[in-house]
């Protein structure tokens, strides 16, 4: 072994120790007479400094003695860890971590030798020393066994008498061969200067250090870059396999087939394993945390607990260092911004000490994490006021949007980057930075919040960017990958549909989505693949069109076949090809050849379906309720119960269905339907127009069998669909629907007078709360969950 | 003894290029290939290597040749660049050839433009004159993808 490979053992394994260190001391902080955690805080500082007085490190190693010392007085109950010590001790670890960095790019610890912090390091524990000796023996008998404090007892007048001088303690530990101070070092908690006199309480907390020992000779580093060529390789196996199979498969030969099958078994678990290799569980990337709440908490002069649960949900390596900082980033502002002064915190009846609560857990086939704090929540008046002020939103989009919309302005790019709008609206810096990256790796951000009671941010990511479901196309006689996060729903238009179906916006091509124009982007013109051809032809006439979701807003992709779905292997492109916006990667098909996976964002883009601004997506969110007074508007007319007329905006309803009877069936006391692959909770709107005490007493059993079909509106609300069963569907009809009267019972937003009758109309998110429908949401993404497995 | 140093040689447009033998990691038949649409036309595709997708460079296209006259099958030559292996499609493959170092000059003042970049010289075998490819400067893009056109 060379001497630069022990350096850089030395430095992977510090970078290891310095990271625990910083949790450590966190969590000592707390609860300082944790004495396991002191004893490893100073075994990590004392191995250091050994090693680096080893290796030759001077500097380094003066400012790890200083750090030691100070170290050995808290470990023996000398003195008691305060902010002040923590601050002093983590400033140490710093000054460590630069000095590690120094050494990794110049092979030299560097020309400071941090004169202030050692100076303060050494003040600290020789003002303390004095200070806090008298309340010493409290501190003592919190140490449960009396073994040791016995033992210790000797140990530690000797430390005090070395107390007025530690200078003088220094060459003599420097001196101290190597192989010594090792030995020391594994003896564990006792140290050196105690280890000749506990030599029977010594005994067990080597049997401890050793079993750590084994387990850590259980691991062994491995390069990432040699992890990928399994995976290649496996890739080629899996491969290669199906072609076997397909083989074996034509030739009627049972020893073929045994094989192939045990070939089959092997190669599905081998990919597994290999897969699992690059999982890394979130707690890697969580475990700084403590040590930035708590800088930023004390920045601010906040106090603020940190909790986190479901620290051992896996995600892939390269995932867990994309989002890593975002999720800092998260955690930063909920600190600086959600959680409120304690001041104001006691004013407002809540704990001194904010609560930041980190949560991860799978959810078909995605990892959530969500950040939530328990501070002053958002204040959607305000950002919606900034937001028309700033000219992200113009007064009338801002009227009409939801609160949950509103909230998610903060991750507006005009939002963020304004110093004002930040302290006006809570938080907001560089929210967009947060959004666009987790983006970039195929995921979703979302925030709730409620006024007073906090803010939760919830990150919604795939389980691994290696593999990822995809809808595969054809156009222009190659292969293209779609990933399945942008699907939303594919249209086939017959020939016959086509021409009435494709309609011309001064050229540009739309198609009506449910009462939408969704914009048309052809793939072969835009990949240039072919030469214009009439939009309203080719395949046969037929035109199949991918609806796509990029950045908030949809567009219809036309390709010219449809393949299937499958499981692809994503590979990056080279960088021959990195200009190409287009294209995300590419990935190897079934059959050996090459195909490219589009770029949903990239090619929306280049298609002008997205501008940079993102000002577009604004629009796309179409009147929840109802459109200020005076516009026309288009209403769908029901009988409401008690013969009523009710009306809901057309605009909120995604399709009207009738469904026999008997397809109808029971989910608890919830009627359900299947429908398009989902169950659909079906809400009867004579149900839950009731009065609740009465509803109670209605019999929630299926409707008999003989009578007719039901009639069922199908909305979406916030990403949910659900089936509204209506007595009668009446008419569609386009009014101003401008005289209006405030509304006479619940679940009815307000009366109005459409085609000269008086008509309630629906308040669909309180008929919604007021059914408490727990709705299934659609999901396209399940099949990755196998995978993962 | 003078030094010497193994090249693999290969032809394009009837000249004899060479590119250092420690460099080149197979030479390979004709693979299937996808087209990357939007690409620098320098690319030609990508082909699948056992599981390694690699992208291919049409040389020619690359020193300003005279395009591969369609019908003829261009052959592979995987060269192993910083940024992993590439395909350089070559008309035919020549002799693996040792030469000393007393065989090289520099290119000739008259040679110009961005081929000269990629040229490190010359050295004179026998019967002819072979080309010295820089693999790194034949495998980088300077030249960017095609401007983007707006659909409308």
């Not at chain 1, 990590?44 to 080893?54: D, Q, S």
């Not at chain 1, 949900?313 to 909920?334: C, F, G, Q, W, Y």
Request: hydrophobic share 40%; with cysteine.
């Amino acid at each position: 072994m060379s001497d630069s490979d022990i350096v850089q053992d030395f430095l992977a394994e510090s970078y290891e120790n310095l990271d625990r260190l910083d949790r450590e001391l966190v969590g000592l902080e707390k609860n300082p007479h944790d004495r396991d955690a002191l004893g490893s805080v100073f075994r990590t500082i004392h191995t250091i400094k050994g090693t680096c007085g080893f290796l030759g490190f001077n500097k380094l190693e003066k400012v790890a003695h200083v750090g030691e010392n100070l170290l050995t007085r808290l470990r023996d109950g000398q003195l008691t860890l305060n902010p002040e010590l923590t601050t002093a001790l983590l400033g140490m670890v710093d000054a460590v971590r630069q000095m590690l960095k120094e050494i990794q790019a110049t092979g030299q610890d560097g020309a400071i030798d941090y004169p202030e912090l050692r100076e303060t390091l050494t003040r600290l524990q020789q003002v303390e020393a004095s200070a806090v000796k008298p309340a010493e023996s409290p501190v003592h008998q919190e140490a449960p066994p009396p073994a040791p404090e016995e033992v210790m007892a000797p140990a530690k007048s000797e430390d005090i008498a070395l107390s007025p001088a530690p200078v003088a303690e220094k060459p003599a530990r420097k001196k101290a061969p190597k192989a010594a101070t090792l030995q020391a070092t594994q003896r564990g908690m006792g140290g050196p200067s105690a280890e000749p006199k506990h030599g029977d309480i010594a005994a067990p907390q080597q049997s401890v250090e050793a079993r750590t020992h084994d387990k850590a000779a259980e691991t062994i580093r491995v390069g990432v870059n040699l992890l990928d060529k399994l995976m290649t390789q496996v890739g080629e196996l899996v491969l290669a396999r199906n072609q076997l199979l397909q083989i074996s498969n034509t030739v009627e030969d049972a020893s073929l087939q045994a094989v192939s099958q045990r070939l089959n078994l092997i190669a599905t678990e081998l990919q597994e394993e290999v897969m699992k290799t690059r999982m890394q569980p979130i707690g890697n990337i969580w475990s700084q945390f403590p040590r930035t709440v708590r800088d930023v908490a004390l920045g601010c002069g906040k106090e603020v607990g940190i909790e986190m649960e479901g620290k051992e949900t896996e995600l892939d390596k390269t995932i867990i260092e994309a989002i890593k900082d975002p999720l800092t980033h998260l955690v930063r502002n909920s600190v600086d911004h959600g959680i409120e002064l304690p001041e104001v915190r006691e004013k407002a009846g809540k704990d001194r000490s904010g609560r930041l609560i980190l949560r991860a857990f799978h959810e078909s086939g995605q990892v959530n994490i969500e950040i939530s704090d328990d501070g002053a929540g958002l204040n959607g008046e305000r950002i919606r006021k900034k937001a028309v002020e700033r000219g992200v939103i113009t007064a009338e989009q801002a009227a009409r949007m939801t609160e949950r919309e509103m909230f998610n302005l903060i991750f507006l790019p005009g939002f963020s980057t304004a110093e004002k709008v930040t302290n006006v609206s809570g938080r907001g810096v560089g929210m967009d930075v947060v959004k666009t990256n987790v983006e970039k790796i195929g995921g979703t951000v979302d925030v709730r919040s409620t006024m007073g009671q906090g803010t939760t941010v919830r990150v919604k990511i795939p389980l691994t960017l290696a593999i990822i479901p995809a809808l595969v196309v054809t156009c222009g006689g190659d292969r293209y990958a779609i990933p399945q996060v942008s699907l939303l729903e594919l249209v086939r238009l017959e020939a016959d549909e086509v021409a009435k179906g494709i309609e011309l916006v001064h050229g540009a091509p739309v198609y009506r989505l449910r009462g939408r124009l969704l914009p048309l982007v052809y793939l072969n013109r835009e990949l240039r693949l072919a030469p214009d051809v009439n939009p309203a032809t080719g395949n046969n006439g037929a035109v199949n069109i991918v609806v796509l979701q990029a950045d908030e807003r949809q567009f219809g992709l036309v390709v010219d076949q449809i393949n299937d779905t499958e499981e692809i292997v994503v590979k990056p492109l080279r960088k021959q090809l990195k200009t190409v916006k287009t294209f995300a990667g590419s990935s190897i098909m079934g059959d050996g050849k090459v195909a490219l996976i589009l770029d949903v964002l990239g090619l929306a883009q280049r298609a002008s379906v997205v501008t940079e601004t993102r000002d577009r997506a604004m629009t796309e969110k179409a009147p929840e309720a109802a459109g200020t007074a005076g516009e026309k508007q288009t209403f769908l007319l029901f009988a409401g119960p008690g013969d009523s007329r009710m009306a809901i905006p057309l605009s909120t309803l995604a399709r009207l269905e009738e469904f026999p009877v008997a397809q109808v069936e029971m989910s608890g006391t919830q009627w359900v339907t299947q429908y398009r692959g989902q169950i659909l909770p079906l809400i009867r709107l004579n149900v839950a127009m009731e009065e609740r005490r009465n509803r109670l007493r209605t019999p929630q059993a299926l409707p008999a069998l003989d009578s007719g079909p039901i009639q069922v509106l199908v909305l979406n609300h916030e990403g949910r669909s659900f089936g509204l069963v209506v007595e009668r569907i009446l008419d569609i009809i386009e009014d101003r629907a401008d005289v209006r009267s405030a509304a006479t019972r619940a679940s009815v937003l307000y009366s109005v007078v459409i085609a000269d009758r008086v008509t309630e109309l629906l308040d669909i998110p309180a008929i919604l709360r007021s059914a408490e429908v727990i709705a299934t949401r659609p999901h396209l993404a399940t099949r990755s969950a196998e995978v993962a497995n | 003894m003078a030094q010497t140093s193994q090249f693999c040689t290969f032809y394009l447009d009837k000249l004899l290029f060479g590119v250092e033998l420690k460099g080149v990691q197979e030479v390979i038949r004709s693979l299937d290939m996808t087209k990357v649409p939007l690409a620098p036309a320098v690319v030609s595709g990508l082909i699948n290597l056992r599981g390694q997708i690699v992208t291919a460079v049409d040389l020619r296209r690359r020193l300003e040749l005279e395009p591969r006259p369609s019908g003829m099958l261009a052959m592979n030559v995987v060269v192993r660049s910083d940024d992993g292996a590439v395909s350089l499609l070559v008309d035919e493959i020549g002799d693996v050839v040792e030469v000393e170092e007393t065989t090289f000059e520099s290119p000739p003042e008259t040679l110009r433009g961005s081929v000269r970049t990629m040229i490190l010289g010359i050295h004179k075998l026998n019967d002819r004159l072979m080309h010295v490819l820089d693999i790194e400067k034949a495998c980088q893009m300077t030249e960017v993808a095609e401007t983007p056109v707006t659909s409308r």
